[in-house]
């Protein structure tokens, strides 16, 4: 029963009228939720154990609300590397009201973060790509290894419209760097229907989102993006776009 997707409806539909703006995105964004639910039940049904990265991006909270409204057997786990804005920790506080439930949080190996520290620095992660991807590596990709533990698939949040590593983003793909399937169940959205379906359920997001902030990572390394700049453009500014990733969805 797809009970909390079935609830979009156009506003002020009326017969008489054409279709507005509002009425055609509100169906645009119906029919994408009840496929992206349609396809995490499918993955569910599949798979078996199966677990959702959520890192309380936009995108993250449209598939918690859909995972846990319709109650889908998908645990939900996410990363705390530490270096998280409060915003982030905020939200992370409304989401367990909200939903009234408690998160699985898996953070970064104290010794290994320690050992960085003492070593390069505690924003050493600024000096080169070798020191940021190994800062990801140790805050976010190993927990990530270690969530993905005995899981057969994951699904993530990311949209192909995101980023230039993203464009060919496929809704189902083999994870080869951690052997298991991997669902993006909102590929082909855009930012515009993302945000619809945030408004029309009235699901909890990140302040920052208001601040200009699209995409929301670790605190010293996003900053608010200008009008008309790429989504991810306040991610790691200082790197070239297409080295732009942290590590977690590598091919
Ligand atoms: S985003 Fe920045 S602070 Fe966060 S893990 Fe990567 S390099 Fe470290």
Redesign the pocket.
């Known amino acids: 029963m797809m009970a909390e997707v079935s609830m979009l409806k156009p506003t002020a539909a009326n017969p008489a009228t054409s279709p507005t703006l509002t009425d055609v995105l509100a169906a645009s964004v119906n029919a994408k939720a009840v496929d992206a639910l349609a396809l995490l039940k499918k993955a569910a049904a599949e798979l078996k154990a199966v677990t959702f990265a959520n890192s309380f991006g936009v995108e993250d909270m449209v598939l918690t609300d859909i995972i846990l409204k319709n109650k889908l057997a998908i645990d939900i786990f996410s990363l705390d ?1 530490g ?1 998280l804005p409060v915003e982030t920790y905020d939200l992370m506080a409304a989401t367990e009201k909200y939903y009234n439930t408690k998160l699985n949080v898996f953070f970064p190996q104290a010794q290994t973060v320690e050992f960085y520290v003492k070593n390069h620095g505690i924003n050493a ?1 600024y000096e080169s790509i070798d020191l ?1 991807k190994s ?2 590596h140790m ?2 990709v190993e927990p990530l290894q270690r969530a993905l533990k005995g899981k057969t698939a994951w699904i993530t949040g990311m949209r192909a419209a995101q980023a230039t590593t993203r464009t060919s983003l496929p809704v189902r793909e083999y994870d080869e760097a951690n052997k298991l399937e991997k669902f993006n169940p909102l590929s082909d959205w855009t930012e515009q229907e993302v945000w619809a379906y945030i408004r029309l359920h009235n699901v909890p997001f990140n302040a920052l989102h208001d601040q200009f902030y699209p995409s929301i ?2 605190a ?2 996003t900053r608010a993006v200008a009008v008309g700049e790429d989504v991810r453009a306040g991610r ?1 500014w200082w790197e070239d776009p297409t080295s732009k990733e ?1 590590g977690l969805h590598v091919k």
């Open positions: 590397t270096r992660f940021r800062c990801c805050r976010k990572g670790c010293p390394c790691w942290c």
